[in-house]
Every structure is written in structure tokens, then in C-alpha cells.
């Protein structure tokens, strides 16, 4: 029991805020209350309850072999609970149970000496006080004795409002028809065959069930060997707690069901998690303009230089999505922090819808409140989101400030080129001049013209093939990028999105362990 | 005549009600749900009947406990075992009528208890009310043996306080053990409320004990105001084999009952104590339907309202979204730089470059990248929607969960809390059909001759494309940190579209493109919304229920007066 009560314990921690709370709040009621009972003694206290007028003092009286309790004819008759003790009072017990009128009484027979007996006052009277301090005692006392009578037996309010709500502690009730002397002789059987229709519809099948009579004193002595019976076992106690107990992991497993009974992140929701928090993080136009830079970049560099200065009038598409780092081509890196702006609502709202999606997908193998929970794991703050997915992606490195050497050797081949057709060029002009002045004479040769159509049509048919070459090239660079920037972006869905689901996932596994461990 | 319209304002009672439905379980909702239940079987099981014949025979119904020897006491009283008692609880499940002969036909087809089946047998597991001639009662007169009060049998339970609300005369059957029970007690204090003509038959009483407990009796009657008419007492006799107890136990009774009967003008008094003291009591009952109806409507329209808030709220988000500026950031603000080639570039150089440029980048480029653009908006506009118009049906549905009859409403059928299959389609679908507008709005603007052969070099993609653009960034008027960026953004469009329309048509073109969005967007708002309305739809729940019961009170309050004064008036006046 003790051992449960901590597995109990722990439950009620790891589920609070996961079940409704009207289950939390019972479950650390009984909780109390079983620490309390079990540090109370091995006493058994057992309640005689019941209408009024059916006679709860008068087999009170019976039992103990005394006049203590109260009989009368005036309805109601019992106002106040009584005690009676078949040895020493435990002081502590009562005050628990909150009994102030006690009795000490010999024990009849052996057996009785660890039962503590208690008069309840009557459910069913105009009083409702009563009715109060029965409702309260009847979650404290261990063992039931129901005192029934052959008007009330089937009183909607004794098994609409008692009975029935006791059928998971058939362990620890017994049911008394009193007053049989009442009856026509022939009229006992064909009542108690009707009381245990009754109590089998109540959901307490099987449990015992007396014919007494306190005028003629039948089945008093076998009610009292009964009793004695079960204080002896001294484990009435237990089994009123442990019932307690079923109920309440009852409710747990119900509010705790899951289906499947593991519920796991499907792939695909975790993949479209992966989508939205890249398109959130502007990660596609990043890729997109990181091709079209190295593209623009690429002709830059090794382009023919004639004509390739016209394209510094194009902006870089690279330098337009990270403002501020503006890496021109060969220097530096890119900043860590920039004034990246606020990707705007669009962003925002595929943040929202990507998350939102992941724990729709997990909520939906999920209890409510289990689900709402989910929810509220993984919807974070959104803004810290935003600005860790920024910081991942600027932190990634694109490759982009890298030039390759092959560029360097492409530029330094194309002016290569330039100087042959600027030395072609020169050299025919200085041929015509020299020519002029009459200083030579005749033709310079086919060697500058040569050296300048030659250069200009290498150089064309250099930047055109470098072109293809860079094309290439920066595709497979931005597939690069592109796989780093996944694997940053998915890493901040799984510290911030993925990991808080999964705790909760295991705080629901963990929860049915200890269900299936407090069930048992 | 005033007592027709008694009857009439009783009529409409009826009919009132009989639509009324109070769906939500607030508190005390049971009680309530009783009430209306008890009154419309009062109004028709009794009041109609006995204000249209004030002179129609007495019903004295005999009710109470179970096992408090109901029957027994019936068949005594009448000296022949007409009803089964017996040791099992509850004995009595179907009601047995008890008339003279005269009186059968009153009672066999007249309108008294018109729910009722009647019987002239008993037969076996039936609730029929068998109805038994007799010579031994007086005319005028019938007898009712009811089930019992307070058995577990939730239909008998029912049953007898129908038929307790439908007499006349109570002859309220308890015994020793009983007479302290809280549901008896409940009964009477209804019967005080209400004015009936009471008599309390205190069984198997202990014959030592009889004063003392009659007078404990008598004294609890008192202090709770009933002014019961005769308070009998029979001793306590071992279980009677015949169903009968010795004739001469009963003879008071039978002998106060034979007097009641046999005088006239007595039984005319007590008809009338007892219908002027159920009409008296319906007034307050009725006041207090009206304040649960009342509460009923307040939660439904607070339901209403909190789902309602969500989407307006969501609407007045999309709409700020799309007017602020706020959407000219990522992939639509670079599609468009792309269309119209400004960036890094643009901002420091003149325009008259940039129109160079545009000629010649737009040339070749313009029509694909134009279309990027519209793409860019569909899907990035399609996301925004999607996401508010889904958290706003998240949040209403959080909203009704935080009482616990909006939960059961917004989980039962099925859930509420997230759009329906497809609805992401629907969103998307949205957005291009508002985008054919935007696009048929410049076509048609730009037939005007003179402006078309510009509208025609850029297209109408680009042009509808810019349009948007100028929709997004200033018809909500920016603010100052978007000013920078979709400022220049803005200022391109608008300066493209001057070119085409002139000042006054950009102004009036953007407005009526934002209308167009607003207005598409609350339409699927108001869609989503109709799924939670539809659930408070099928509560069937009529918002004019509070005034209908104050009418209808009101109509009864008058009605009874006048036909009181007139009932009550003395003879010859």
C-alpha cells in the first residue's frame, strides 16, 4: 500500500494540468486521507448506516450488548455519530474520523476487540445536516454495514445515492434487512430475493447479505461473528484504500488512453514541420538568390572584362537578402547578428501552421486534455522561434565568400587575353605609325591581327564557356547550401518544437507505466 | 366569461410550454427541465379539465412512501381487495382509479390525466391506469392508489408526482418509520406551495407510540405551514394476509372522505381551494422558468459572441496584414524587385535609368517574372489566411471549452477545434479568385485608348501584380518602420500605375481591390463561423422563450384573477 501510494504520488505530479483537474483534486484527497488511515492503527472502523427507522441504533445496541445508542419512535432519531470502542479508545482515530461522542465497551466476544463500531445518524430524513455527516463519514470508515428494513429496502435514495456509488467497494460492504420480524414468515425469503435483485443491479453482486431482527434477535449473533471475522483479519482498512484506489487509477487510465498505446511523431508531419520552419526561415529564396549570386558573382570574375563591368550595375541577389552583410566577392564573412528585418506576417503564419500541424498530428493519438497539453508544449514563444530560426540560417555557411580557384585562373587567363589584344592592338598602331613617319615600311605581319581577333574571340568564347561551367557549379553549391541551411533549420525545430513534444510523450508514457504498475 | 379565458390563457401554456427547451446544463438546469415537465402535466392533467368543470368529481389521489401501505389502505377503505399490495418494494407500479359508476365516465374518456392510458383489467407489466367501478365509494368522488414516492423505480418515481399534481385532494399515505423522510417532506412543502387540500394517514404506528408521533407530526406540519385537513392514525398490525386491514382502522378516513363527498357545496370549496391555490403557484414557478431561459440565452449568445470574437478578430488581422505594409518582406518583396528590377541598385539611381533597364530586362523577362509574383502573393497571402482562419477555430473552440456545456458542444459530434478536410484548398482557391478580380479590374481599367498601348508593353500580370503591391503597403496607411522598405517597394508600383490610370483611378483601384479582399475573406471567416452557429442551432433553442413564458404569465395572472372574483363571488351577486 505504501509503495502504491508513492507510485500514486508521483502520477498525480507527472499528470497535473493532463487530466481534469476534478481528478487531480480527488486523487490528492485520497491520497491524504490513505497516508492518514494507515498511520492511524490497524483498528477497524466499521459504520452502521442507513435510513432512519430501520433500526441502526437498535442493532447497534445488539451488537455491542449495551443500551448506548438511542432508540426511539420519533423520526429522526440518531442526530450525532457514536463510537463505540471494544478496547482502549484510539484517541487519534476518532479525531480523524471527527467523532466526539465515544464509548468504551467490552468486548462480547474476542474478536471484536480491534472493531471500533460508529451510529451514523440517518441519509434519507429532513434534516439534511445528517444527510452532511454521512457523506463525510462515508469516505473515511473501512467497512459498510448497510441496515435495510422491509419499508425502505428500495428506496431510490439508499441505492441511487449510496449503494451504487459504493460498487467498486463490494469488498467492503455488507447489507442488513432488519426488522425481518415485520415481515409475513413466508414474505423473508421473497424479500431478500428482491433486495439482491436490487443490489446485483447496483453492481454489488455477491456481497453478504443478513436477515436480523433486534426483537427477536435473529442473525444479530451471526452478524456479530461477521464483523469480528473481519476485524480479526485486520485488513479491512487496507481494502477499503485499496478500492479507493482502483477507482481513482480507473479514472487516471481513462484519462491517460492513448491510441496507439505509444504514440510517436509521425515522419511525415515531422517532415512537414522541416518545410514550414524553411519556408518560414526564407530558406528556399536564400538558396535561390546564393545560385543567382554565384551565377552573378561567377560572370564577374570571369567574364570577359570588356563587356563584364556592365553587370556591376545589377545588384548582387545574395546582398539583397542579408542587409548588412554585403559580402563583395573575395573578403570577409558574414556577420553573425545583422538587422535581419522581421520576415513579416507571411513567415509568421507558416511558423504557426507548421508547429500547429505537428501537434494536430501527435494530439490526434491523444486524450484532450493530453492533446491540449501538446499544444501548449509546442506552441512556444513565437518571436524566440522566429529569431532562432534567423540565427541558425545566418549562422549557416552558405560557401559563398569562397572563390574557387579555377576563377582566379579563368580572370587571369582572360587578361591574358586582354593584354594579347591590347599588344595586337599595339602593335598595329605602332606599325601604322612608324609607317607613317616612313620609318618602316610594308605590312606588320599577320601576328597582331592575329593576336587581336584571336583575343577577342578567346575571350568571348572563354566567358561563354566559363559561364556553363559556373551554372553548373553554383547549383551544386546551392544544393550544398541548401542541405546545410535543412540540417540548421530542422536542428532549431528539434530543440524547440520536436524535444518539447517528446517530453510530453514520455511524461504520458511514464504516467501509463506507473497506471499499469498501480493497477495491478 | 372569465373562466374561457383561463382556459385559453391555460391553452397557451401548454403550447409554450411544450417548445420549451432549456438544452444547456447550467446549474439547476434538472430542476428546471422538472418543472416544465411537471407544469405542463399539471396544466393538462388538471388545470384545463377543472377550470372548465369546477363541478366535475373530486380526484383524491392517495400517494406516498413505498411500502407505507398505499393499497391496503385502498382496499380497506373500500372493503374489497381492488389493488395488489405485498411485501415486494415497490408493489404498486400501475395507478388503479377507484369511481363510482356515475363518475366513470368523467374519468374513463374525460379530460382529466388526457396522457394516460386507461384500462378496465390490470394488465401485467403495464402502466395503464386501470379504472375500477364501485359502489362502495360515493359519487363525486374517485380515489387514486399512485405508485410510490421514493422507490428505485425512477419511472413510479415520476408517475406519482404526475398524479399528485393532478388531485384535487391528497391523501398523503406515511408510516412511523417514514414520516420524516426528506422526499416526503419535499412533496408536502410542494403541496403547501401550492394551497392543496391535504390529509396525512400516518400507518403502522406503533400503538404505544400513536400520540406521541401524531403530535411530532402535527407539529412539523405546522411549522412548515401545512394546514393539513385531518391527521390519521392507524396502528401497526402484522403484514395483512387478505391485502386488507380490519375495516374499522380505516373508518375515520372513510367517513371524513364520505362527508366531502356528499356535500356539495364542500366539495366545491375544496375544487376551488386547491385549483386557486395551483394557479397562485404557478405564477412564481413561472417567473423562475423565465430567469432560466433567460440564463440559457445569455450562455448561448456568450458562446455565440466568444466564437464570434475569434473571427472577427482573425478578420481584422488578415485585413491589417494585407494593408500595413508588412507583406512587402520575403519572397513577394524579392519577386517583385525581380519584375521591376529595383533592389540595391534602385535606391540610389535615378529613374530614368531604371526605365532604360526595365525596357530592357522587362522585354524578355517580364511576362515569367510577373507570374512569379502572383505566385509569390497566392501562396504567401493563402498562408496567412490559412493560419488566422485556423487559430481562429482553435481559439473559439478553447473559447467554449472553458464552460463545460460548450466543451460537450464543441467536441460532440465531432470536433470543432480545427477546419474541415480541404480546407486549405478552399483558402488557396480564395486567393486566386481574388486575384482574377484584381486582374479583370485592371483590364478593364486599362481599355480607356490613350493609356492602353502602356498597359499593354507591361502586361496585365505585371500591372495587376502592382496593384497588389500598393493594396499591401498603403491602403491601411504605413507605419514608420515599413516605411523603408515597402515605401520604396510601394512607390514603384504606384508610380507604374500613375503612368497607366492617373492619381484618382490608382486611389480608387487599390480601395476596391482591398474591399474585394476584406470581403472574400470574411465570407470564409463567416463560413467557419457557421459550423460553431450550426451547433447552437441544434441545441433548438427558442430566443423568445423568456418573453413567451413572461407573456404567457402575465395572460395567467390576469386570467385567474378575474375568474377567482367571479368563482369566489357570493351567490347572488
Not at chain 1, 551565377?295 to 539583397?320: E, N
Not at chain 2, 406519482?160 to 417532506?185: C, E, M
Not at chain 2, 493594396?471 to 497607366?500: D, K, N
Request: hydrophobic fraction near 45%.
Amino acid at each position: 500500500m505504501r509503495r502504491r501510494l508513492d507510485l500514486l504520488g508521483e502520477l498525480i505530479h507527472l499528470t497535473e494540468q493532463r487530466v481534469p483537474p476534478e481528478l487531480t483534486t480527488r486523487a490528492r484527497e485520497i491520497a491524504q486521507r490513505a497516508d492518514q488511515r494507515l498511520a492511524l492503527g490497524e483498528q477497524t472502523v466499521v459504520a452502521l448506516a442507513g435510513a432512519t427507522g430501520s433500526g441502526k441504533s437498535s442493532l447497534t445496541n445488539a451488537l455491542a450488548g449495551t443500551g448506548i445508542a438511542t432508540t426511539g419512535v420519533r423520526r429522526p432519531t440518531t442526530s450525532q455519530s457514536l463510537a463505540i470502542s471494544f478496547s482502549a479508545t484510539n484517541r487519534e482515530l476518532l479525531d480523524w474520523l471527527g467523532i466526539p461522542s465515544r464509548h468504551e465497551v467490552p468486548a462480547p466476544e474476542p474478536g471484536l476487540a480491534s472493531l471500533v463500531l460508529l451510529d451514523l445518524p440517518d441519509h434519507d430524513s429532513v434534516v439534511s445536516a445528517h444527510r452532511e455527516e454521512v457523506d463525510r463519514l462515508v469516505e473515511l470508515v473501512d467497512q459498510f454495514v448497510w441496515v435495510l428494513d422491509p419499508q425502505k429496502y428500495a428506496d431510490a435514495a439508499v441505492h441511487d445515492g449510496y449503494l451504487r456509488p459504493l460498487a467498486q467497494h463490494s469488498d467492503v460492504v455488507t447489507v442488513v434487512l432488519n426488522q425481518v420480524d415485520r415481515l409475513p414468515a413466508d414474505g423473508v425469503a421473497e424479500c431478500l430475493g428482491d433486495l439482491r435483485r436490487l443490489l446485483d443491479a447496483d453492481g454489488l453482486p455477491g456481497v453478504p447479505l443478513r436477515a436480523t431482527s433486534t426483537r427477536t434477535g435473529e442473525g444479530t449473533a451471526e452478524l456479530r461473528r461477521d464483523l469480528a471475522a473481519i476485524a480479526a483479519r485486520k485488513a479491512a482498512a487496507r481494502a477499503r484504500l485499496t478500492a479507493d484506489l482502483d477507482l481513482l487509477v480507473a479514472g487516471f487510465r481513462e484519462a491517460c488512453h492513448a491510441s496507439p498505446a505509444r504514440p510517436e511523431i509521425p515522419e511525415q508531419a515531422r517532415a512537414e514541420l522541416g518545410t514550414a520552419l524553411e519556408a518560414a526561415a526564407g530558406v528556399p529564396e536564400l538558396v535561390t538568390a546564393l545560385r543567382l549570386a554565384m551565377i552573378h558573382r561567377g560572370a564577374l570574375a570571369t567574364g570577359w572584362p570588356v563587356l563584364s563591368w556592365l553587370r556591376r550595375l545589377r545588384p548582387d541577389p545574395l546582398a539583397r537578402l542579408r542587409p548588412g552583410g554585403r559580402p563583395e566577392v573575395g573578403q570577409g564573412s558574414i556577420p553573425e547578428h545583422s538587422a535581419l528585418p522581421d520576415k513579416g506576417p507571411i513567415a509568421r503564419a507558416r511558423l504557426r501552421t507548421g508547429v500547429r500541424g505537428l501537434a494536430d498530428a501527435v494530439g490526434d493519438q491523444l486524450p484532450p486534455d493530453w492533446s491540449r497539453a501538446v499544444h501548449r508544449a509546442v506552441t512556444p514563444d513565437l518571436d524566440e522561434l522566429a529569431d532562432q530560426l534567423d540565427q541558425a540560417v545566418l549562422r549557416t555557411d552558405l560557401g559563398a565568400t569562397r572563390i574557387p580557384l579555377w576563377w582566379r585562373v579563368l580572370r587571369g587567363l582572360q587578361w591574358l587575353l586582354v593584354a594579347a589584344v591590347v599588344l595586337g592592338l599595339g602593335w598595329l598602331v605602332g606599325n601604322a605609325a612608324l609607317t607613317q613617319l616612313g620609318i618602316t615600311s610594308g605590312a606588320a605581319g599577320p601576328i597582331p591581327v592575329l593576336l587581336v581577333l584571336g583575343g577577342l574571340l578567346s575571350g568571348m568564347l572563354l566567358g561563354a564557356g566559363g559561364q556553363v561551367l559556373i551554372r553548373l557549379g553554383a547549383r551544386s553549391e546551392a544544393r550544398r547550401a541548401r542541405r546545410r541551411l535543412h540540417r540548421a533549420v530542422v536542428e532549431v525545430g528539434r530543440r524547440h518544437v520536436v524535444e518539447p513534444l517528446t517530453e510530453e510523450l514520455h511524461r504520458l508514457d511514464r504516467a501509463r507505466q506507473l497506471i499499469r504498475k498501480l493497477g495491478g | 366569461m372569465s373562466a374561457t379565458d383561463l382556459a385559453g390563457a391555460l391553452e397557451q401554456l401548454v403550447t409554450v410550454l411544450d417548445r420549451a427547451r432549456l438544452p444547456l446544463p447550467l446549474d439547476g438546469v434538472t430542476g428546471h427541465r422538472n418543472t416544465i415537465a411537471a407544469l405542463k402535466h399539471q396544466t393538462e392533467d388538471y388545470l384545463l379539465p377543472r377550470a372548465q368543470r369546477l363541478d366535475a368529481p373530486l380526484l383524491a389521489v392517495v400517494g406516498g412512501s413505498t411500502g407505507a401501505g398505499k393499497s391496503t389502505l385502498v382496499n380497506t377503505l373500500l372493503g374489497a381487495v381492488l389493488t395488489r399490495s405485498g411485501v415486494r418494494r415497490p408493489t404498486t407500479t400501475a395507478p388503479t382509479l377507484i369511481c363510482h359508476p356515475l363518475d366513470r365516465d368523467w374519468f374513463r374518456s374525460g379530460p382529466v390525466l388526457p396522457g394516460l392510458v386507461r384500462s378496465d383489467d390490470a394488465p401485467p407489466d403495464s402502466r395503464a391506469m386501470q379504472i375500477v367501478v364501485t359502489e362502495q365509494l360515493p359519487a363525486g368522488l374517485a380515489l387514486l392508489d399512485a405508485p410510490d414516492i421514493d422507490s428505485v423505480d425512477d419511472e413510479n418515481r415520476r408517475l406519482s408526482r404526475q398524479l399528485l399534481g393532478a388531485a384535487d385532494l391528497w391523501v398523503f399515505v406515511t408510516t412511523a418509520a417514514r414520516y420524516a423522510d426528506a422526499v416526503a417532506w419535499e412533496l408536502l412543502q410542494q403541496a403547501a406551495e401550492r394551497d392543496a387540500v391535504v390529509s396525512v394517514v400516518l400507518n403502522r404506528c406503533p400503538a404505544e407510540a400513536a400520540r406521541e408521533l401524531t403530535d411530532h407530526l402535527e407539529q412539523m406540519l405546522l411549522a412548515r405551514g401545512l394546514r393539513a385537513q385531518q391527521v390519521f392514525t392507524i396502528p401497526e398490525q402484522p403484514e395483512p394476509a387478505t391485502g386488507m386491514l380490519s375495516p374499522e382502522l380505516a373508518t375515520p378516513l372513510r367517513r371524513w372522505l364520505g362527508q366531502l363527498a356528499a356535500d356539495r357545496g364542500r366539495r366545491h370549496a375544496v375544487a376551488v381551494q386547491t385549483l386557486g391555490g395551483a394557479l397562485r403557484h404557478l405564477d412564481p414557478q413561472l417567473r423562475e422558468l423565465v430567469l432560466a431561459a433567460t440564463r440559457q440565452a445569455d450562455a448561448i449568445t456568450d458562446l455565440r459572441e466568444a466564437g464570434a470574437q475569434e473571427f472577427q478578430t482573425a478578420a481584422t488581422e488578415i485585413s491589417r496584414a494585407t494593408s500595413d505594409g508588412t507583406m512587402l518582406r520575403g519572397e513577394v518583396l524579392s519577386r517583385w524587385q525581380d519584375l521591376v528590377g529595383t533592389g540595391e541598385l534602385m535606391r540610389g539611381l535615378e529613374q530614368r535609368i531604371a526605365a532604360i533597364r526595365d525596357r530592357f530586362t522587362g522585354w524578355f523577362t517580364g511576362s515569367k517574372k510577373a507570374e512569379e509574383v502572383q505566385g509569390a502573393i497566392t501562396d504567401g497571402l493563402a498562408a496567412l489566411i490559412l493560419d488566422h482562419a485556423t487559430a481562429a477555430t482553435e481559439q473559439a473552440a478553447i473559447a467554449w471549452s472553458r464552460t463545460p456545456w460548450g466543451q460537450v458542444l464543441a467536441t460532440r459530434p465531432t470536433e470543432l477545434s480545427r477546419p474541415e478536410a480541404g480546407f486549405d484548398s478552399e483558402v488557396a482557391w480564395l486567393v486566386r479568385a481574388w486575384q482574377k478580380d484584381v486582374l479583370s479590374l485592371v483590364e478593364n481599367e486599362g481599355r480607356g485608348k490613350r493609356r492602353r498601348a502602356r498597359f499593354l508593353a507591361l502586361g496585365t500580370n505585371a500591372v495587376g501584380a502592382a496593384l497588389i503591391i500598393l493594396v499591401f503597403a498603403t491602403t491601411g496607411g504605413l507605419t514608420t518602420a515599413e516605411v523603408g522598405i515597402a515605401g520604396g517597394t510601394s512607390l514603384m508600383a504606384q508610380r507604374i500605375l500613375e503612368g497607366i490610370f492617373g492619381d484618382d483611378a490608382v486611389r480608387r483601384l487599390a480601395a476596391r481591390a482591398k474591399r474585394e479582399l476584406d470581403f472574400r475573406v470574411e465570407n470564409l471567416l463567416t463560413e467557419q463561423q457557421a459550423r460553431f452557429e450550426e451547433r447552437l442551432t441544434t441545441l433548438g433553442f427558442d430566443d423568445a422563450l423568456p418573453e413567451r413564458l413572461t407573456d404567457v404569465a402575465d395572460a395567467l395572472k390576469v386570467a385567474s384573477g378575474d375568474a377567482f372574483d367571479s368563482l369566489t363571488r357570493p351567490e347572488g351577486f
